[in-house]
Structure formats: C-alpha cells, structure tokens
Nanobody, 122 residues
Framework: QVQLVESGGGLVQAGGSLRLSCVVS????????MGWFRQAPGKEREFVAA????????NYANSVKGRFTISRDNGKNTVYLQMNSLKPEDTGVYYC???????????????WGQGTQVTVSS
C-alpha cells in the first residue's frame, strides 16, 4: 500500500513562508503525478499545485501563482511545496496526493496523505 506523509505545516504570520514536504513510500514515486490540495473549514478540498512525472511540468491554482512553488526529488521520493507571501486565506489543511496524471479534481488521485495544518495569522 502506497503511503504519503506530509510535514512542515505550522503557524505563520501573513507575508511569511513555509515549506511543506511529502514523502512517498511503497510505490514508484518517479511515475506518479503529485498534487497538493488544501481544505479550509467548511469548504471543499481545492487544487493548489501539481507536478507531472514524465516531463516535470507544473500547474498552479490562480490564487497561488507566483507565490507557491511545487518541486520534487525523485531520489528522495519527496515532493515539496514552497509557500511564500502567505495570506490568511491560505489557511487550511494541506494534503499531498499521488496519481497517474495531473488532475485538478481530487477524486481522480489514488493516494492521499493525512494532511498538515497551515495557519496564517493576519
């Protein structure tokens, strides 16, 4: 069973930065499309960013473009989300997900981590 474990969340002031990590085990990481999603209280889970395994292309939600960067280290089976210029509206539980193709719909990803809380204070 593929396992994903996120880390790096926390409390930060607006304008600050955090880097999230997601380690994948028991799977062929280099063949997965990796995505980051987030869920705020009372809201649906939403797409944040994704990385394609085959050509390294990346996709971002409009709300995070220019502030967040997704990257991956296939040698460490790890995907990262560097978050800069954080805003209070970025608050939520952040999840990483693995699938066969980059998709904006969370239902199309096969594996999920447990999530890590990010709180941005104003």
């Amino acid at each position: 069973q593929v396992q994903l474990v996120e880390s790096g969340g926390g409390l930060v002031q607006a304008g600050g930065s955090l880097r999230l990590s997601c380690v994948v085990s028991r799977g062929t990481f280099s063949t997965y499309a990796m995505g980051w999603f987030r869920q705020a209280p009372g809201k649906e889970r939403e797409f944040v960013a994704a990385s394609n395994w085959s050509d390294g292309t990346t996709n971002y939600a409009n709300s995070v473009k220019g502030r967040f960067t997704i990257s991956r280290d296939n040698g460490k089976n790890t995907v990262y989300l560097q978050m800069n210029s954080l805003k209070p509206e970025d608050t939520g539980v952040y999840y990483c997900a693995a699938g066969s193709l980059v998709r904006y719909n969370p239902d199309l990803y096969n594996y999920w981590g447990q999530g890590t809380q990010v709180t941005v204070s104003s």
